[in-house]
DNA sequence: GTTTAAATTTTGTCATGCCAAAATTATAGC
DNA sequence: GCTATAATTTTGGCATGACAAAATTTAAAC
């Protein structure tokens, strides 16, 4: 196991915070998170809470400081920046792109950084849909909620998917769940099982697991039933 | 300064024994090289030794054994595929490639290495014209000397030039001295002093520092004076 | 063959990142 | 409010990569 920097770190409170708003975020998670163990967190955590990067109350979780989101959303702008240029650039598939993006987020210079971003169009999001924060440390972030949330009927729009398992990303492309791709939730089976959707419309129907599905964030929902008046976009 | 991997090491000895063969290799020049200090480079050495990677002989210098000389080759791969691919894909001038390509030679995986060395036609000189290994290992190698070597009306190709030094390498992007083109020694002053040169065929006439001139490798001596029969390369 | 200077290695120490085990704290159930 | 359990932190220790200073070896000068 390769040693974690700070900026491992501060990423993973930065994401484990999203992932879970509200909620403290707990020295467990978080070790297990980076693959390490509890009391090298906790060790870590006061290292980074003298940089005043983090605020941490000893048993009671971590958040960052503005200083230390800053820094988490630079570290953010490389990966996603990258993730999208290898799949671009040089065609590596989208369940490939996180695992490269890990390591070269943390080489890449400010130059490199701005040649990257305006090859690309000054993009705003990355394969898997999620926002790529600005220069200035500011992000997007729309409103979405889970897939596997959405009521039957209901229409909705990929926003995003969670990017960590090349599995489920094949799994979802497979099926064509794509950023920006237009879903309807056909039927959904209680007590947390299969989903039935219309991917893309007029699009195929799948049967989609429910843990899939709570690795899908929809957005804009239009309408419950009926024809859209939305254009889709492939 | 950064803590320097095994993959530096292996890269530094090839190199200096490169730029002095038959010479001996020091620990001295080796800790120059890293930028840490003797006892450190000696400590290393053992590590290596004791994984098989190179022969040292307390007191008499160190060597590269064929292991050692595979993995060396390796990042020297990656690091001539990634300098060419920032200068050619993403525009960086190239006495700056050399700067990014030493962070990114350690984070480059086969699948991507495969993919840029494609993207460039399988490439066999980066920017500064040092050849690019094979991925088997093997480097061609052609006879070259200094250009602060080569008798006055001698006319030669510049193989090859240092990629260390981002200043002599503006230096000398300035007066055209690039690889592949043709260059005639017209003058050189004693004990070291400057030399004139002119620059391709039909070239301008340039005053070259000596410094400068034994950092330009030559190649491919046409004929001494007279027309060339050689159609120009540039 | 000594002597001496320079290069090299050895020794002892420090800082860092990690872990297991022990101690502490929070919290949920009673 | 207690108590048991789980989460968290503390303690002590290990490995690594670095350095300065001391000891050793080489090699050059005499």
Known sequence: MQTQTIED??????????????????????AERLGVSPATVTGTLKKLA??????HKPYRGVEL???GRKIALEVIRHHRLIELYLQQALGVPWDRVHEEAEKWEHVLSEEL???IDALLGHPTQDPHGAPIPARDGTIAQPECVRLSELAPG????????SDHDPELLRYLGER????????ELIAKEP???????????????WALGPE?????FVTEVVQEGGPSHEAEKE
Do not use: C, M, W
Not at 50 to 55: I, N, Q, Y
Not at 154 to 161: D, F, L, P, R, S
Not at 212 to 216: D, F, K, L, M, N
């Open 50 to 55: 003298r940089l005043r990067l983090v605020v």
């Open 212 to 216: 899939a599905a709570r690795h899908v």
């Open 9 to 30: 770190y501060l990423k993973a409170i930065y994401e484990l915070g999203r992932e879970d708003p509200g909620e403290k975020l707990t020295t467990t998670a978080l």
């Open 176 to 183: 064509g769940l794509y950023p920006n791709v237009s879903i």
């Open 65 to 67: 400081t503005d200083a």
């Open 154 to 161: 209901q229409t909705a729009v990929i926003a995003e998917v």
């Open 191 to 205: 007590f947390g099982g299969p989903l039935t959707v219309r991917v893309g419309r007029q699009g195929r129907e």
């Open 113 to 115: 950084e701005d040649r």
